[in-house]
């Protein structure tokens, strides 16, 4: 009988030989954010700075937060924000909100007009070491955008789920983000 979902335990990778530093910028999707609507504000953003924030400190190479906007769900949006940040100084970009079955939720598609390369199954491989059931509903993708240098990832919408799936991905996204800046 097969292991269940919940048996499956996850063990970051050790870091890389002479790590990259990670130049992060935070993309939170949201009308309802952008419009300022929330009492609380932005929680997507913040909940993904901590898992950076918590990261950092274990990390061999400089992680920072270098960017960090709030859009509405609007396709041109997301994408405008992805290309201007990919090619000039983030090499690793985090998207939070976006991702759910409803008709505003475009983040993926947004994504995808940006990639020159998808990373298959990433999130999929991810899902398997969150505790909840916070990848569910994200139709979240990832890859490396136009210009070789930087990649995307669309993180779940909860803050919760951003913060738990962003902790699993980041020692995984530091070997990649490695391995793309040591290319000519």
Known sequence: RPPSVAACSFVPPPPPPSPAPLRIGLLTVSDRAHAQQYATGDLGGPAVAAAVQHYAPSC??????????????????????????????????????????????VTPEATASVLELEWRHLLAWAGMGVKGDHMMLSRGVAGIAEGGQCIVVNLPGRPEGAQEVARILLPVLLHAVTEIEGED
């Not at 960017?67 to 100084?89: G, H, K, M, N, Y």
Request: glycine share 6%.
């Open 60 to 105: 061999p190479s400089d992680v920072s937060v270098i960017r960090r906007a709030v859009v509405p769900d609007e396709a041109a949006d997301i994408a405008t924000a992805l290309r201007a940040w990919s090619s000039t100084d983030c090499n690793l970009i985090f998207t939070t909100g976006g991702t759910g079955f409803a008709k505003r939720d």
